[in-house]
């Protein structure tokens, strides 16, 4: 097991250092390179995260779900991507579950997710 461990080591990019912590019901936007033919592209995919699953940083993934048209869309980011080029916290959800699969089957108002808000000194 330590072979393992100094082999990830070896192959870390420490990008996942630069990333924001962030946890199911956040809202977040993947910024990630797209290769088309020669080309190549940066698209963002914004949604709320519905689960982070793995243990180590090399096995970790998280999905990402948005609406778009109508359609739900859900994405499955590796956390240790090299196409992954940022990632920004956009809202910070309220949630009590760690994977909330619920989400899929609520429409309109019933499926929006409320927002942790910061402690403010009272006076402000």
Do not use: C, H
């Not at 994405?75 to 990632?87: G, L, N, Q």
Request: charged share 30%.
């Amino acid at each position: 097991m330590d072979a393992i461990k100094i082999v990830e080591q070896a192959f870390s990019q420490n990008k996942a250092a630069q990333y924001p912590e962030f946890k199911a019901g956040d809202t977040v936007t993947v910024t990630y390179r797209i290769k088309e033919g020669d080309k190549e592209r940066l698209q963002k995919f914004r949604g709320v995260v519905l689960q982070i699953s793995g243990a180590t940083p090399f096995t970790r993934t998280f999905t990402v779900r948005k609406v778009s048209s109508g359609v739900g869309v859900e994405r499955i980011f590796p956390y240790e991507s090299p196409f992954i080029d940022s990632i920004e916290l956009n809202k910070v959800g309220k949630v009590r579950r760690a994977r909330i699969f619920y989400l899929r089957d609520l429409a309109g108002k019933k499926a929006r997710i409320r927002e942790k808000r910061a402690l403010t000194a009272k006076g402000e």
